[in-house]
């Protein structure tokens, strides 16, 4: 591996091998997400806990001090909205991998929507994007999207779509994590896995038991946005999440931290 991308990839995975990444590009095809109305506001406080930040260059630019921030994640793929759902498969490539290195990026992201109508046409664009960015050392994060169709996110489809984002040659892969089966996702993929959380959920002893569960079945972090800044108390969660990710502290002692720093806010 050229030195270039080892070294974007170790911005990024932290010496321990693990990392816990902070994606607010909800917007890209939402528009103004709940708690993310003001996205520079959202992540102020919760910033020193994670490890990179995952977002488009219209929020990089306008939301975010160039002088206090964390390395970047560019999400380079769109051209879709909740407008039209039916056809949020139909994404292309967004932003140039030019743009890319000018905004200092760690890495580029794009969505793959495999199953979809338009598979075909966003397993190019991954490919397509892998060339250019491995001409330019950066490492391509692979999403495989599910659009809508939240149901779709059982092992044996996660497994199939990590595994061709790994093959067209993304160098890390962000999937859902599913609680049968999350092993095999992580074993017939051979680049690292990080976990989504979707939606907010009520419980958040949930997610934590999510993170841990997939960080022992092979995951090596989370690229983690509503259940963390949708949450009442975001900087509890991203501090309980953190020490799951890098101190490896069970849902329990999770839910303590975070019961903790709420109990003290309150
Ligand atoms: C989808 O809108 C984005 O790719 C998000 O970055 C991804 O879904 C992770 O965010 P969350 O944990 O909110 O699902």
Redesign the pocket.
Known sequence: MDWGMKNRLSQLIQPDGRCLFL?I??G???GPTTKLEEPGKTIEPILPYADAI?LTRGILRSCVDPAKTKPVIL?VSGGTSMARKEELDHEGITTSVREAIRLNASAV?M?IFVGSEREHQTLLNLSNLVNECEEYGIPVMA?T?VGTELGKRDARYLALACRIAAELGARVV?TYYCEEGFEKVVRGCPVPIVI????KVDSELEVFNWVYDALQKGAIG???????WQHDYPVAMAKAIRAIIHENATPKEAQAIFDKIKSAKS
């Open positions: 994606p590009d909800h890209y095809f939402q995952m999400r992201s969505s999403v999207a962000k989504a959380g979707g939606p989370v690229n983690l946005g509503r259940n963390i």
